[in-house]
């Protein structure tokens, strides 16, 4: 399986390039974790951006896109 990891030295909207944990991203969308897990399986939630082995994170501009989306 080959990791993929960010770039975090390229050009880009401060806010928008935020990085969020997933503890974060579910207190903006209230589901639990399996349920954010399946959604992220499923292809209905973005994938996350691998920063090490342990730690993943997710772009806040991705996260605010499906926040938008869902109608929350």
């Not at 050009?11 to 990085?19: E, F, K």
Request: glycine content about 6%; hydrophobic content about 40%; aromatic content about 6%.
């Amino acid at each position: 399986m080959q990791k993929e990891y960010i770039n975090l030295t390229q050009q880009c909207d401060i806010q928008a390039c935020a990085l969020l944990r997933l503890s974060q991203v579910l207190k903006l969308i209230p589901i639990s974790r399996t349920s954010w897990y399946a959604g992220v399986s499923s292809g209905k939630y973005p994938k996350p951006i691998k920063l090490t082995e342990r730690t993943a994170v997710y772009r806040s501009g991705d996260i605010r896109a499906l926040i938008e989306q869902l109608g929350i």
